[in-house]
């Protein structure tokens, strides 16, 4: 007679175990589930939130990009007398200040756009450093006309760091 309640008692057992394993699988699912649609939804927002923000960034650094192409640099920033180094001296000035203005940016980009508008910055002042070691640089005058002969020559430094800004603008989009 024990042996037989026993039996019993186990096959009243078998389904209320089976029916707790299901309970436990789909409670354990459904809470992965909320969680990874809680996630989600959070990551949704803070996208939604931080787009603004990132677009700013990308826009001044397009500005300061443009700021600095030598072309407009030499445009907007005139020496204040006719020493060529300190003309140069003046925009390579300017240059690191524009810099400075934008530093915080770089959260808001990638790695690999901040390395390329930094290798832009230092492309541009080596430009100017270079035209003012040339033998025909005399002057700030002259050292203006041999970066802008320069630039009709050959794309500004800055330039291939605007393409790679308008390509990560079309990825968010």
């Known amino acids: 007679m024990d042996s037989e309640r026993v039996i019993d ?27 990874g649609r809680r996630r989600f939804l959070l990551k949704k927002e803070l996208q939604t939130n931080a787009l603004p923000t990132r677009l700013q960034a990308y826009e001044r650094l397009t500005l300061f990009l ?7 640099l030499l445009i907007r920033v005139s020496p204040n007398n006719l020493n060529k180094e300190d003309y140069e ?3 390579i000035q300017t240059i690191e200040q524009e810099l400075e203005h934008n530093l ?18 230092n492309a ?18 002259k050292l203006r006309e041999v970066i802008l002969t320069e630039m009709m020559e050959r794309r500004a430094p800055s330039d291939a760091a605007l393409s790679l800004i ?8």
Request: a neutral charge; hydrophobic letters at 45%; aromatic letters at 12%.
């Open 9 to 35: 008692m186990f096959l009243f057992a078998v389904p209320s175990l089976i029916t707790g394993l299901i309970a436990y699988y789909f409670f354990k699912e459904h809470t992965k589930n909320e969680d």
């Open 66 to 72: 443009e700021r600095i192409s030598p072309s407009r």
């Open 89 to 91: 001296a003046l925009l």
């Open 104 to 121: 915080t940016q770089q959260i808001y980009v990638s790695e690999k756009c901040w390395n390329i508008i930094s290798a832009a910055k």
């Open 124 to 141: 541009t002042i080596q430009l100017i450093r270079k035209a003012s070691l040339l033998e025909k640089t005399t002057t700030a005058d």
């Open 166 to 173: 308008k390509e990560e603008i079309a990825e968010i989009f």
